[in-house]
T-cell receptor
C-alpha cells in the first residue's frame, strides 16, 4: 500500500474558525486529491493537484482552499468553517497519468459546532 | 454532466454470490474502478476495467460494457468480512480524476 497519512484524524472546531488538514505521502506520487464523504453522496472531489504549485477545483470547492509546496504534502484549508463542512475528509494520491488506482489516506473526521 | 448510480444497500448470505451493479453517464471515460470500504476505514482498490469484458481476481470479478455505460462487481463465496461498502468510480479522459458513485452497502448474513 502507498504510504499516505492524514492529520489530524479527528477534529472538533467552532463555526467561523479556520482549519487546516494535512496529507502526507511518501510515494513521490504526482497527483493528489481531497475528497469529502457524506451519507448519500459518496466521495466528492474538493480540490486536486497535478504537481507542486499546480492545483485545480473539484466539484465542491466553495469554502475550501489548498496548497502544495512540496510533492509529498497537500494541505486543505477551510477558510471559515461552517456546520455544512462537518464531514469525513479523505486524501488520495496517484502516480503518473498511466498509473491506475488512487490510494487513500485513513480519513479525517471533522465536526464543526 | 457526471452521474453514477448504484443500489444503496444489498443483503446476501454467507457462501452465496452477489452482483453489485453500477451504471454511469459521464462526459469522459478512461477506466472503471471498484473500491471496498469498511466502516470507518479508507477505501481500498479492488479492480479496474478499461476494456469491455470480465476481469477476474480471486473471489472478485468485475465486468464492463462501455456501450451500455454499465459495470458490475461479482463477489463469490461470500464471507462475513465482505460486509462493507463498494464504491464504483469512473476515471476521466485525461486519466487524472475520479468520479465516485454513492456506494453500495453490502451486509453478509450468517
Amino acid at each position: 500500500d502507498a504510504g499516505i497519512t492524514q492529520s489530524p484524524r479527528h477534529k472538533v472546531t467552532e463555526t467561523g474558525t479556520p482549519v487546516t488538514l494535512r496529507c502526507h505521502q511518501t510515494e513521490n506520487h504526482r497527483y493528489m486529491y481531497w475528497y469529502r464523504q457524506d451519507p448519500g453522496h459518496g466521495l466528492r472531489l474538493i480540490h486536486y493537484s497535478y504537481g507542486v504549485k499546480d492545483t485545480d477545483k473539484g466539484e465542491v470547492s466553495d469554502g475550501y482552499s489548498v496548497s502544495r509546496s512540496k510533492t509529498e504534502d497537500f494541505l486543505l484549508t477551510l477558510e471559515s468553517a461552517t456546520s455544512s463542512q462537518t464531514s469525513v475528509y479523505f486524501c488520495a494520491s496517484k502516480g503518473e497519468p498511466g498509473g491506475t488506482e488512487a490510494f487513500f489516506g485513513q480519513g479525517t473526521r471533522l465536526t464543526v459546532v | 454532466g457526471q452521474n453514477i448510480d448504484q443500489p444503496t444497500e444489498m443483503t446476501a448470505t454467507e457462501g452465496a454470490i452477489v452482483q453489485i451493479n453500477c451504471t454511469y453517464q459521464t462526459s469522459g471515460f478512461n477506466g472503471l474502478f471498484w473500491y471496498q470500504q469498511h466502516a470507518g476505514e479508507a477505501p481500498t482498490f479492488l479492480s479496474y476495467n478499461v476494456l469491455d469484458g470480465l476481469e477476474e481476481k480471486g473471489r472478485f470479478s468485475s465486468f464492463l460494457s462501455r456501450s451500455k455505460g454499465y459495470s458490475y462487481l461479482l463477489l463469490k463465496e461470500l464471507q462475513m468480512k465482505d460486509s462493507a461498502s463498494y464504491l464504483c468510480a469512473v476515471r476521466d479522459n485525461y486519466g487524472q480524476n475520479f468520479v465516485f458513485g454513492p456506494g453500495t452497502r453490502l451486509s453478509v448474513l450468517p
